[in-house]
T-cell receptor, first 114, second 113 residues
């Protein structure tokens, strides 16, 4: 069964450093999302992406965040200057076109900012 | 108005019993209500989903009950098994799931022998 994959599984970085989280969505999916989950809390929406542009973004997704689909398979989330409060699990999700399909989540990247 | 409220926060059920988790929403524009199951260290996995044109949907041991007038929906797990021990999130979305998911706060379910 096709699945969303994410790399790395765990990223440790120093405050102020840039990180790039990578996702490979399911191959025929055209809608892409990033969510995050702070330890013990609910999953929160960050951004949605379709047709090579951002469809919607949350208040969390400020100027420090950016997304990109650099080729036909990868979807990346970049945090320019990480803060301690960016420590969380980051989940990528993808969805096919059509009203019957839901979002399928990857296993996540645990980001730890020291 | 975008919130989805979920209860209880944690739930302990004996093996073979019925687990019930409840959610309530405020935004009447929501029209897609999935439930996700999450095991430690893993991403949320879709369990079952419902749209407001039906009041109940059943898949195996899992049933969603939906009350449009009360703006509430619930997950029932029949014959609960130790393998069902996980965190369950309800969620809601507009445009039949085309838009972002708004998640509830999660319920940690533990099934005891």
């Amino acid at each position: 069964e096709p699945e969303v994959t994410q790399t790395p599984s765990h990223q440790v970085t120093q405050m102020g450093q840039e990180v790039i989280l990578r996702c490979v969505p399911i191959s025929n999916h055209l809608y892409f999302y990033w969510y995050r989950q702070i330890l013990g809390q609910k999953v929160e929406f960050l951004v949605s992406f379709y047709n090579n542009e951002i469809s919607e973004k949350s208040e969390i997704f400020d100027d420090q965040f950016s997304v990109e689909r650099p080729d036909g398979s990868n979807f990346t989330l970049k945090i320019r200057s990480t803060k301690l409060e960016d420590s969380a699990m980051y989940f990528c999700a993808s969805r096919a076109v059509g009203s019957t399909d839901t979002q399928y989540f990857g296993p996540g990247t645990r980001l730890t900012v020291l | 108005q975008q919130q989805v409220k979920q209860s209880p926060q944690s739930l302990i059920v004996q093996k073979g019993g019925i687990s019930i988790i409840n959610c309530a929403y405020e935004n009447t524009a929501f029209d897609y209500f999935p439930w996700y199951q999450q095991f430690p260290g893993k991403g949320p996995a879709l369990l079952i989903a419902i749209r407001p044109d039906v009041s109940e949907k059943k898949e195996g041991r899992f049933t969603i009950s939906f009350n449009k007038s009360a703006k509430q929906f619930s997950l029932h797990i029949m014959d609960s098994q130790p393998g069902d021990s996980a965190t369950y999130f309800c969620a809601a979305s507009k445009d039949f799931g085309n838009e972002k998911l708004t998640f509830g706060t999660g319920t940690r379910l533990t099934i005891i022998p």
